[in-house]
Every structure is written in C-alpha cells, then in structure tokens.
C-alpha cells in the first residue's frame, strides 16, 4: 500500500510540473526548442548489474543527479535478481501522466520521464518498454548462467580443457628432447660449416647451439601461452569467475595492443636508428682498416708512429660512437619524456661527481701514449719501483718486478713521477750497466783496468762491441774508486747479469792477488794475513811477523 501511494505522490509531482510548464511552451510556440534549451543534459551515468552495464541514465529528476539515478537503480536491480522467487515475466510497465513507471510485481524500479525521452528522442512509452525489455533479457540471462545446467556444463568444459592441457604438456615434454637429439645428430651432416672461401663465418657448433637455444625458447613461451589460455578459459565457465578471465585477457591484449600501436607509429624512428648503426658500424670498420694498415707501416704518415695506431683507433671508434649516440637519441623511445631527462640529468651529476680521478686518470693515459715514454716488455723505473710493463690502458699502468709482483700504478702518478726506461735505447745503442769497486793505492791502476775489463768481458749478457771500459770517479783518503761500464742488449735480465758481473770481479782480482777495499778496510798489516781467500795465495805463504823497532833518543828527537 506504501509503494502504491509513493507511486501515486510521483505522478501528482510530476504532473504539476508539467502543468507548471505548460503555459511557457504555449507562448513560445514560435521558438520549438526551448524546451532543449531548459533541459540541460547532465554527465550520464550507467545503470551495472553485476559489473555489466545495462543501459544509461542521462537526464536528473529533481534533485537527483543521473549518477544518482543509476546508483538507485542498479541496487534495486541486484537486489531484485538475487530473490529466487523473482520471475523475469512479473516485468511490466505502468504510462502515467508524466512518468512511465517500471514495476516488478508491487515494487518499482525506476521511472521514465519526458526529460529522459526528450534525450533519447523516443516517446516515452517505447522508451520504458525498451529498458524493460533490457531489464527482462539481464535477468533471464543471469538465471540462466548461475542455472544448475549451466554449471554442469562449466564443470565439463573445464575437464575437457585439463585433459586437453594435460595431453599438450605430455606431448611437448614427450617430443622436445627428441627434436633436440634429431638437431644434435644432424650436426656435421645437414648443419654444416658456413664459409665465404677459407674464411669460416659461423661453425657448425655455433649454428647447432642457436637452434637448440631456439627450439628451447620456443616451448617455454609455448607452454606458457599455453598456460595463459587455459586459466582464463576455465575461468571463463562459470558465471562467479566470469568477469576475471576478461580481466586476465585484458591484462595482456591491452598492453600488446599498444605496444603493437606503439611499434606501428615508431617505425620511421626505428629505420633512422637503423641507418644509423649500419653507418656507425661501416665508418669503425673503415677506421680500423686504416689504423691497422698504418700499425703495419703499410701507410706511413709523417711524425705519426706506428705504435700511436692502437690507442688513436680507440679514440677515434670512442668519437664516433659519441658522435652516433648524440644524432641517435631525439629518435630513442621517451627521449622526450621528463623522466627519461631527469635519469640523464641524475647520471651526468654522478659521473661528474664520481668521475674526476678516473678522468684525470683517462687525461694522464692518453698523454702517456703520444709521449711514448715506455711500451709493454720495457723496463723501467717509475719512482721506486722497478720492473717490466705488462699492461698499460687508459686508467693504470702495471708494472711486473724481478720478484714477479705485480704493481698498479695509476696513469695520474706515473705521469706526475720520473720515469726511468732501461728498454728505449738498449737495442740500438746498448744499456751500460756500471758497477763501482774501490781499490788501494798500492795496486797499479792498468793492473785495475784490466781486471775489471776482463771480468765485464766474461760475464754473460754482456755485448763485445762496444766495448767495457773503466772510470776513475774518485780518489779517496785510503782507496781509489774504479768505475766498470758495460753494454748489454737485454735489460730485462739486468739483475741477474749485475750479479754474474760482480762474481767475475772478485774471481779476476782474488786469481790476481789485488784486494778490494770495498767496504771500507783498515789494520795493521804487518804480522796480519791478507784479505785474499788461501785458493788464491801463493803455495807456502807464511804472513811476515810483527815488528816492532825501538828508535834512539837522539833519533826520536
């Protein structure tokens, strides 16, 4: 009775409405559209029954907003579809004055107004038996999918689609390792070797192992498109997981679709990118020919050494690359973007903040290079240490010593220390290894000069041509400092010849009889045996004895 008399109150409201503007559309005969003109069309909304949209509501009724209206309505109707005792065929429609009301039994569930038909154009009676009708099909076909002959039919679907995923998995599991030993047997067969004359482009192992790698990633993007398919569509037979296969199907079409979209209209960008690269990669390979020829001193320029070549191919393949990625990046997808700017803006402070040892480091490399102050096998002395160059780039140079330790020496300091290169000039002038012996006064000095020069000649390492030959660098208060100076030719084993001259010095002096006062020596000779080892003595030598005299008075006056 209370929804009878709600019913009646709005169609009492609505009629006096209308009454009420009736007499303005009389005196506006010559204007037909000013009734449009006083009903202005609001933001529509959509009437959802179950996440489906049902038909749209675009114009208000009093103070209700049409989103008012659709939120009104679609709780009604969910309500309404989960009484089981709800029949489809209780739908009717009711034309008042001003409204066409659409009933379920005794309740009512929206009403049609002028203003909703003025908006679809329609009269007001069709338009109501049309949402009806709307209203009737949503709900037969929702008691037909939550029927118990649809379920029954959700389950078997779902069975037939294991068995069937079941069957593709035996399948693929089953054939893959087969087809995998089938390309391993036809290697050396049918997988051949290509070769462009003696030269071999990709080998027969190399083409295999791509087609195995092929073949793997083949069947796990199968398995999981399989996989893909399978869980949406076993959800999508049964009306509660219904709306979630739709949503794992979107997941994935609607992002490929615009990549899809995306790859489309990047297309011209991803040629220009294209033409890039090959031109990058054909002006390297051209630069290399030319650095490698000039390397070979088959091209010989002017004041430019051939071991420059290495390291100015480098600098050179390093400025193209710049060169490229600098014409290349208004063309990379989201260059544009802010975020793509603020991580160059972010990298460019850190490596400017991180960066200035390394570049100091790089500067000093390169400057190393052109000066060409060593090269790898050299040896050299850089501050204290000595060894061989066994590597040398752009941010350290490393440094092998005798005792086989290896040194990193950044650039920066080593081009901040003296460096001492014992390799430069050895082939072509010979290294002179010096070595100092102090001997005494009483040893004649031609006697000297040719102990020392046969003890030089002797050593191995030691070159024939030019000559040993000796300096006196001092005369001291108990001895005479004799400088031998040697040439040599292999300065990396400079150490091992040092001690092989050293053992020569003391065989030729102690065969000859002549002492070597080095260290400092100092005793009363008389009485005291030589410093000579006894192999080298004279047979029967017997040290004079002690003396003493004792002088007069006179005499010591």
Do not use: C
Not at 509 to 522: D, K, L, Q, R, T
């Amino acid at each position: 009775m209370l929804r009878t008399l709600t019913a009646l109150f709005l169609s009492m409201v609505m009629t006096a409405a209308t009454a009420t503007a009736a007499p303005q559309t009389k005196t506006t005969d010559s204007k037909p559209n000013i009734v449009e003109k006083t009903t202005p069309l609001q933001p529509e909304a959509q009437v959802v029954v179950y996440d489906k949209p049902l038909f749209a509501i675009k114009a208000r009724l009093f103070s209700f907003t049409a989103a008012d209206r659709a939120n009104v309505i679609s709780t009604r109707l969910s309500k309404l579809i989960k009484d089981p005792l709800f029949s489809p065929d209780s739908l009717k429609t009711i034309d008042g004055d001003s409204t066409s009301d659409i009933y379920a039994g005794d309740i009512i569930l929206m009403s049609v107004t002028e203003a909703d038909a003025l908006v679809e154009k329609k009269p007001r009676q069709v338009l109501a038996a049309e949402l009806a009708n709307r209203i009737r099909a949503a709900v037969e076909a929702h008691n037909k999918a939550y029927s118990m002959n649809s379920l029954m039919m959700g389950a078997l679907y779902s069975f037939l689609a294991t068995l069937v995923l079941i069957i593709l998995l035996a399948v693929i599991k089953r054939f893959s390792p087969k087809v995998i030993a089938k390309i391993e047997n036809l290697r050396g067969t049918y997988i051949r070797t290509i070769r462009f004359q003696s030269i071999e482009l990709l080998k027969e192992e190399r083409i295999t192992a791509l087609i195995v790698t092929t073949i793997r990633v083949t069947r796990v993007i199968l398995l999981l498109g399989i996989f893909y398919l399978y869980i949406p569509l076993v959800l999508s037979f049964f009306p509660w997981t219904r709306g979630i296969a739709d949503k794992l199907f979107d997941y994935i079409l609607l992002p490929v679709e615009k990549v899809g979209m995306a790859f489309v209209t990047y297309l011209p960008n991803i040629f220009f990118l294209l033409v890039i690269i090959v031109l990058t990669h054909y002006a390297t390979k051209l630069v290399k020919f030319f650095f490698s020829e000039v390397e070979k001193q088959t091209i010989i320029i002017p004041g430019f050494f051939h071991d420059w070549a290495e390291p100015t191919f480098n600098i050179v393949r390093f400025l193209i690359f710049a060169f490229a990625a600098v014409v290349a990046f208004p063309y990379l997808p989201g260059s544009d973007s802010p975020a793509f700017k603020g991580v160059s803006v972010f990298l460019g402070v850190l490596f400017s903040l991180g960066s200035t040892s390394a570049v100091s480091n790089v500067v000093a490399g390169v400057i190393l290079t052109y000066m060409r102050a060593f090269k790898l096998g050299d040896r050299v002395k850089i501050a204290e240490t000595v060894g061989d160059i066994v590597e040398k780039n752009l941010l350290v140079t490393r440094i092998r010593t005798i005792k086989n330790v290896d040194i990193t020496v950044p650039n920066a300091m080593v081009l901040g220390s003296h460096i001492t290169n014992f390799s430069s000039s050895a082939q072509n002038y010979g290294l002179i290894l010096h070595t100092t012996v102090t001997i005494g006064y009483d040893a004649p000095w031609r006697l000297v000069y040719k102990l020392l020069i046969s003890a030089a000649s002797a050593t191995e390492n030691i070159l024939e041509l030019p000559t040993p030959f000796v300096l006196q660098t001092s005369l001291d208060d108990f001895y005479v400092s004799y400088q031998i100076n040697a040439y040599t030719d292999k300065p990396s084993v400079m150490a091992l010849t040092y001690s092989e001259l050293h053992q020569n010095i003391q065989e030729k002096f102690n065969e000859a009889g002549v002492e070597i006062m080095s260290p400092h020596y100092a005793q009363i000779r008389d009485g005291n045996r030589t410093a000579i080892p006894d192999q080298y003595l004279p047979e029967g030598y017997e040290p004079a004895a002690l003396r003493i005299f004792q002088k007069d008075k006179d005499e010591r006056n």
